[in-house]
């Protein structure tokens, strides 16, 4: 699965992401709740489903529990051998679902995520910029203060013998990074480089490394040594020690970059400049995942399931994930010349205008059973503005004879906290929507739902496995309240919440996990997800993600679930 960033990036979990009890970006911490994982498996052809209440569900996403595990590792290694660390990383993270807790699988899926970020960092120019702004001296109150904000933050005890482990390990391996080796014009032998990676676990095992303090003293250390046998400054070894702490707490911790935290704050306003595109990376191309309705992309007549193959005339299979998706990005009114091939045609040459995007809060909502005066809308990810905006379309759809309504959260990755328990709070009179439970009490909150301005049409709500974190809170609310009928298959099962607090250096931030979060019934979300009460088999996804009545078993079962629940009435 993936987040759903809507830039022309790979897509990292982000946001992603992420609680919110909503503060405003200038305020000293905000969080959110998204999936930050990297890719999601997307499927081409159209949707075959069957309903029942009572068989589990299985989907071509089971692929991975049917092979060998010998086979996944294997084309992970492939993946690996030819540098495709953000494909690698994807793979790992899907195969864990299946093999949760394979310390195989683990290890590799480390090693993924060391090698994907210092790719992806050393392809942002933010990161770039901080390596030469900051002195030694800066770099390490950085690293101070990203310490500090996760002993006082942080879900769990920090690990810090872990985190300083996985320090050495980021800077090991930075030194055989290309990318890093050519922005810090490294000149090393052979000889030289291995002595330098001995001598830092030299010095690693003399360190007990018990506490944040020693952790810093460590980097420092580390900085200095390397400073001395490779000439590099330590501004960028410490800044490998700040980014492994940071990423190594959990899957959805992680560094933020002056330019990622301003695209978690437009994520949240929800817009940006662009394409209008969500891409994964797949086999040497960038697969188009959605194409936002009114976008650059979508004028240009670019489609999902589409692939760009190439980027103002270089082929993607001969660049990164992240230098391919950063060379689609640039300042608004500029162009972008991309190939693009569609199934069954010919490449295409496209001049695409870099324009602002609006990323729509709600998307096609509509009466799709005028007999029964079923309505229909999708929520894509929860903003600032989707309860407002969702208002507004519920009053629309009333004035159509709107008497029951299905209500899509299939393949949201979730958002804000704060906008899933405004939208569970318009369908509910009374009772719990969730409750978050942290190590800091602060973090330990209910949200109770009120009984003014509620809409109590029946209700159905489509999920399926990539649906997480702010879709799980209302689904899981509107479930345990016995509110509507939940349809689709299990979500996907990420019950944390993450806190996004910026960093007095560089611009930079980090996304904390702070809190777990638990259904109205205190079931606990993570590794779970909500059930739903129609299993739906889904073997494919519809044909450029398109929803359609007549292909769309999923919405079938859903259509046929509200008109049961208007008959019961």
């Known amino acids: 699965m993936q987040i759903r960033v809507h830039l022309e990036r790979t897509l990292q979990a982000l946001c992603t992401p992420y609680k919110c009890r909503m503060a405003a970006p200038s305020r000293r911490s905000f969080s959110l709740l998204l999936v930050p994982v990297l890719l999601s498996l997307i499927f081409g052809s159209v949707a075959t489903a069957q309903v029942s209440r009572t068989e589990p569900v299985t989907s071509a996403q089971q692929a991975l529990s049917n092979g060998s595990l010998n086979t996944v590792l294997d084309k992970g290694r492939q993946l690996e051998a030819t540098n495709r660390w953000g494909e690698a990383l994807s793979h790992y993270e899907e195969a864990l679902r299946d093999y949760r807790g394979n310390e195989t699988l683990e290890q590799r899926h480390d090693l993924a995520k060391l090698h994907y970020s210092v790719e992806r960092r050393y392809h942002d120019q933010s990161f770039l910029q901080s390596i030469t702004a900051l002195d030694r001296n800066q770099a ?13 933050h942080y879900v769990a005890e920090p690990p810090w013998r872990k985190l300083g482990v996985r320090g050495a390990s980021a800077m090991d391996l930075a030194l055989t990074d290309k990318n890093f080796i050519a922005a810090n014009r490294l000149q090393l032998s052979s000889d ?11 010095l690693l095992s003399q360190r007990t490394l018990q506490s944040s303090r020693d952790l810093i003293t460590f980097a420092g250390d580390v900085g200095r040594l390397v400073e001395v046998r490779a000439g590099l400054p330590a501004t960028a070894t410490i800044l490998e020690f700040v980014t492994a702490a940071a990423e190594g707490l959990d899957d959805y911790s992680s560094f933020l970059t002056a ?31 959605h194409v936002i309705p009114g ?47 569609s199934p069954s045609t010919e490449p295409r040459v496209l001049n695409i205008r870099r324009e602002h995007v609006d990323v729509p809060s709600l998307e096609d909502p509509k009466i799709v059973d005028s ?10 990810a929860f903003q600032k503005t989707t309860a407002r905006d969702l208002e507004t379309a519920l009053w629309d759809l009333h004035r159509q004879g709107m008497r029951s309504l299905v209500l899509d959260l299939r393949g949201n990755p979730g958002g804000l906290l704060t906008a899933s328990v405004e939208v569970a709070d318009k369908f509910l009179t ?6 978050t439970r942290g190590r800091s009490p602060q973090e330990d909150f209910n949200y109770q739902a009120h009984y003014g301005g509620t809409w109590r049409v029946p209700l159905v709500v489509l999920i399926d496995g990539d649906s997480a974190s702010a879709s799980e809170i209302f689904a899981g609310a509107i479930k345990d309240n016995n509110r509507g009928t939940i349809v689709g298959s299990t979500s996907f099962g990420k019950g944390s919440v993450q806190g996004i607090f910026p960093l ?12 777990k979060f638990y259904s109205p019934s205190g079931t606990p979300i993570s590794h779970r ?23 769309d078993l999923v919405l079938q079962a859903g259509i046929q679930a509200a008109r049961s629940r208007m008959a019961s009435r």
């Open 371 to 380: 007999d029964f005066g079923i309505a229909y809308l999708k929520i894509p």
């Open 295 to 341: 976008s650059p992309a979508e004028r240009a007549g670019i489609l999902a399931q589409d692939r760009i193959v190439a980027v103002d005339g270089k082929s993607t299979a001969e660049l990164s994930t992240d230098e391919a998706a950063s060379m689609l990005t640039g300042a608004e009114g500029t162009y972008v010349r991309v190939t693009v091939y």
């Open 259 to 289: 330019d990622q935290l301003r695209e978690v704050y437009s994520q949240i306003e929800g817009n940006f400049v662009g394409l209008g595109v969500e891409l994964k990376a797949e086999n040497g191309a960038l697969l188009i995942v």
């Open 504 to 515: 007095g250096f560089a611009g930079a931030g980090i996304r904390l996990t702070t809190a």
């Open 140 to 152: 390490l109150s950085l690293y101070t203060e990203l310490l500090q904000k996760t002993n006082t």
């Open 430 to 435: 009374e009772g719990n929507i969730v409750s």
């Open 192 to 202: 030289q480089l291995a002595q330098v990676r001995k001598e830092i676990y030299q």
């Open 529 to 551: 997800g909500v059930e739903p009460h129609e299993m739906v088999q889904v073997v494919a996804k519809p044909v450029n993600g398109k929803v359609d009545v007549e292909s």
